[in-house]
């Protein structure tokens, strides 16, 4: 992936702005591990659904905000999570597209779950999870498709 610059990108002037890394050197790489952690636990949470996304990434982009301005832009500018990252901190919302696409990832791995788990409470609890989780996704405010375009330009 091409590194970009700030000719390239105007919005990563802006994030470079958020930056505040700590003036201590022990805490910077602490904050880097735990995001760094954080962004894995992220990564785990799209692959299981007892493990939440969201509030993972938001814990990284919080501790690399606070330690190291490269983590920091490659998390907000990185192509699986960026958008995403921003959006949910800007109460953009998602397009109806991104919001089938986890809500059907989520099905698809809970579905998983609920066959392979041979206690019915869990199984039912599963279920009723699911479905509050996407219920509430659903009712996310919906980005339209055309502001992904004109974001782009």
């Known amino acids: ?4 610059t700030p000719d390239k ?7 470079r702005h958020e930056v505040d890394a700590t003036r201590s050197k022990l805490l910077n790489g602490l904050l880097v591990v735990f995001g ?5 636990l992220g990564v785990v949470g799209v692959l299981l659904p007892i493990v939440p996304t ?3 990434l938001l814990l990284a982009a ?4 606070h330690s190291s301005e ?5 998390l907000l500018t990185n192509r699986f999570f960026g958008n995403y990252i921003r959006d949910w901190r800007e109460k953009k919302g998602f397009t109806v597209r991104v919001k089938i696409w986890i809500i059907s990832i989520m099905a698809s791995t809970m579905g998983a779950s609920i066959y392979f788990v041979p206690i019915t409470f869990v199984r ?3 279920i009723v999870i699911g479905f509050g989780v996407a219920i509430y996704i659903w009712r996310l405010p919906t980005k339209d498709e055309n502001t992904l375009e004109e974001d782009a330009t």
Do not use: G, I
């Open 1 to 4: 992936m091409a590194r970009e």
């Open 9 to 15: 990108n105007p919005d990563l002037h802006a994030l």
């Open 36 to 40: 760094t952690v954080f962004v894995a």
């Open 54 to 56: 969201t509030p993972f």
């Open 62 to 65: 919080f501790c690399y905000a």
């Open 70 to 74: 490269r983590f920091y832009l490659w």
């Open 124 to 126: 039912v609890l599963l």
